[in-house]
Each structure stands twice: as structure tokens, then as C-alpha cells.
């Protein structure tokens, strides 16, 4: 069965630093990868995705992702963040030849001016 | 111009009772979805079609029966209403179930459903 992991229910960084939201998956075969985000009231937005190809997945709003094989990793980035970055974030996977995408927890971001 | 629209935005209704939900995309995807969300943000897959077909059907009480009339239309009705049923209910749709490259989904705002 597969399954997805996000150790951190809240990730709390200021404007300007680095932020990382960790992810980490479960499946068997090849996994494909996802990243979702949700402001508040509203429905969830795509970021970026990992399907095949370079490890380094870059998406919107500056976010970028790295996929990790051996550490069954997917972690999300962002070299500066903003405020406005603040959200929940959702890492998915979706592997093992099936049709479902599995959401993680969720990790709610705060940037902190 | 909303690309996957759910209504009603909120819901508030006494337990026992039926309600319907409705969810529209017109993006001219093949699958859509219902999601449940709960009161901890965990999100659920409950429902999928394709191409008007049933695809996925989680472990959902049947009570929740989904409806899709055409492929841009997936309608999500539930009966004799719980306490437990309260939680934000997201409509999505992607391009395509089986291409990897075409399943980024798009979700609706979401309706939130208080049942007391």
C-alpha cells in the first residue's frame, strides 16, 4: 500500500530565510510524486510534480522539490520565502500501478515578517 | 471564470436529513473526484470517474452516493445525515486518469458541511 509522510505538522521561518517542508513516501514500483498548497477557505492548488527524469523538480512561485530514491524523500523548497507564503502544504503520491493519489497529512507553513 | 465550481459554499443542516452537492469543472477534464477534508485538515479520496465511469470508490458509507450526469458534472449526494459527516467536501478534476503527465488536479473551493 502506499502512503506519504509529513514529519512536521508546522514549519516556522522568516522572511527572507530558506524554508524546507519535508515528505517522505511509501510504494512500491516507481513513485509520482506531487505537491499541493492551500491558502485558507480554499481549495487545494498545484505546486509542482515529479514524474520521471531530473531529480530536481522546479515548480511555481519559486518552490522547487528533490527527489530522492534511496531516502524515499520528496522535499519542498523555496531559497527565500515571503509572507505570503504562509499555507498548508501537501505532499502526494500516487504509485504501484493504482489509480488513487494519497495526500499526506498536511504541514502548515508560517513566515514571519 | 471558475474552473471547478462546487455549490453551495456552505452548508448547515440537522442530522437525519438529505443533501446533494453539486460540482462542476470546465476545464474539459475526463476524471473528477470528491475529497473529504476533517476538522484536521486530513484529506480523503473518496470518489473518482472517469469519463463518466466510477473508478475509485473508497470505503464511504453508502450513504454517499456520487452522480455524474456528463463528464463535466459530478454531484455528490448524501442521505440521512451524521454528526460525523460535518467536514469540507473539495470537487477536483484532471485531464486524465491513467497519464501521469495529465493527472495534476484542480481542485474546487470547497463546501463545508456542518451538520447538527
Known amino acids: 500500500a502506499q502512503s506519504v509522510a509529513q514529519p512536521e505538522d508546522q514549519v516556522n521561518v522568516a522572511e527572507g530565510n530558506p524554508l524546507t517542508v519535508k515528505c517522505t513516501y511509501s510504494v512500491s514500483g516507481n513513485p509520482y510524486l506531487f505537491w499541493y498548497v492551500q491558502y485558507p477557505n480554499r481549495g487545494l492548488q498545484f505546486l509542482l510534480k515529479?514524474?520521471?527524469?531530473?531529480?530536481l523538480v522546479k515548480g511555481s512561485y519559486g518552490f522547487e522539490a528533490e527527489f530522492n530514491k534511496s531516502q524515499t524523500s520528496f522535499h519542498l523548497k523555496k531559497p527565500s520565502a515571503l509572507v505570503s507564503d504562509s499555507a498548508l502544504y501537501f505532499c502526494a503520491v500516487r504509485g504501484g500501478g493504482g489509480f488513487k493519489t494519497i495526500f499526506g497529512a498536511g504541514t502548515r507553513l508560517f513566515v514571519k515578517a | 471564470d471558475t474552473a471547478v465550481s462546487q455549490t453551495p459554499k456552505y452548508l448547515v443542516t440537522q442530522m437525519g436529513n438529505d443533501k446533494s452537492i453539486k460540482c462542476e469543472q470546465n476545464l474539459g477534464h475526463d476524471t473528477m473526484y470528491w475529497y473529504k477534508q476533517d476538522s484536521k485538515k486530513f484529506l480523503k479520496i473518496m470518489f473518482s470517474y472517469n469519463n463518466k465511469e466510477l473508478i475509485i470508490n473508497e470505503t464511504v458509507p453508502n450513504r454517499f452516493s456520487p452522480k455524474s450526469p456528463d463528464k463535466a458534472h459530478l454531484n455528490l449526494h448524501i442521505n440521512s445525515l451524521e454528526l460525523g459527516d460535518s467536514a469540507v467536501y473539495f470537487c477536483a478534476s484532471s485531464q486524465d486518469l491513467t497519464d501521469l503527465a495529465k493527472n495534476i488536479q484542480y481542485f474546487g473551493a470547497g463546501t463545508r458541511l456542518s451538520v447538527l
Open positions: 515529479y514524474i520521471t527524469g531530473d531529480n
